[in-house]
């Protein structure tokens, strides 16, 4: 392995697109056909739990019908090769599991995971939460105005590697966008791979654009 040996990955919808999974802002992306804030946020599953469950349960549902592609399993390659590999993804798909990668952290949580309201018990569910648990179960996902997960083990992951990879997120959303910072100010190359350039590709020190499944394996190709 060449000479970064402490990786930090950060990935978003655009490296599943290329699997069958919608991205969230690209056209006719998940949210064109939804109000981010109706489907995405405590206030709209307070004010339509049924749309809201429905939205997840479609999306879980669809888990069953994708794979992971190219870039998931060159992702997984990368990790078995280095010493320190951290995976952050903002993600709620499980594609970076099937495709073998191991320390994994799911920032906006996981569409096979449902959390009681109440308790605050969370366990793996891969089926449609039915009408009557509407209220009782919902999925255990960081909806807008909700901490995030995992924030002081990524910024640790952040802060340690030697190599900053962002794969396929538009970076519009925080604090998942910022991470790139923490990373520069402790020395690490950043490096973007994504379809198009986005608002942030002035902080990275290279951009590789086009397709994940193609862009990322020829990369981590060149890397190893
Ligand atoms: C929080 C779960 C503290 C749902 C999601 C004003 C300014 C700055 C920040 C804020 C602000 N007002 C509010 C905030 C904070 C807010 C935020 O960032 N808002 C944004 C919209 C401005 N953030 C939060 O609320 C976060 N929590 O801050 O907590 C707090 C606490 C209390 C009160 C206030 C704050 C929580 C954010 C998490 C929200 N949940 N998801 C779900 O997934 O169902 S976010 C949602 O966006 C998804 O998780 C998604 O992953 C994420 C980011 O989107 P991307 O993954 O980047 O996807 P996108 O479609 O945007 O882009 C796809 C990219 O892929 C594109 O660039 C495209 O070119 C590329 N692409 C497409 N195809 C391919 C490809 N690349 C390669 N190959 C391809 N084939």
């Known amino acids: 392995m060449g000479k970064y040996q402490n990786i930090c990955v950060l990935t978003g ?12 802002r690209d ?66 798909d499980d594609l970076h599991e099937r495709a073998g990668c191991k320390n994994i952290f799911h920032m906006h949580g996981e569409l096979r995971k449902i959390r009681h309201t109440k308790t605050g018990e969370v366990k793996y569910f891969e089926g449609e939460v039915s009408k009557e648990d509407y209220l009782l179960w919902r999925p255990d996902i960081v909806w807008f105005g909700e901490n995030v997960k995992y924030m002081e083990e990524i910024q640790i992951a952040a802060s340690k590697c030697d190599l900053f990879l962002c794969i396929g997120t538009s970076n519009q959303v925080y604090p998942a966008a910022g991470f790139v910072q923490i990373a520069k100010e402790s020395g690490a190359r950043c490096i973007e791979l994504n379809m198009e350039s986005t608002a942030l590709s002035a902080y990275y020190d290279e951009s590789h654009l086009g397709p994940a499944s193609a862009v990322v ?8």
């Open 13 to 24: 919808a655009g490296i599943s697109a290329e699997s069958g999974i919608k991205t969230f």
């Open 27 to 92: 056209a006719n992306g998940l949210w064109e056909n939804h109000d981010i804030m109706e489907v995405a946020s405590p206030e709209g599953y307070a004010d339509k739990p049924a749309l809201v469950q429905r939205f997840y349960n479609a999306r879980r549902m669809q888990l069953k019908e994708v794979e992971p592609n190219p870039a998931h399993y060159a992702l997984a390659k990368l990790e078995s090769m280095v010493s320190e590999f951290a995976l952050v993804t903002q993600n709620v």
């Open 217 to 224: 394996p020829d990369f981590i190709k060149s890397l190893l």
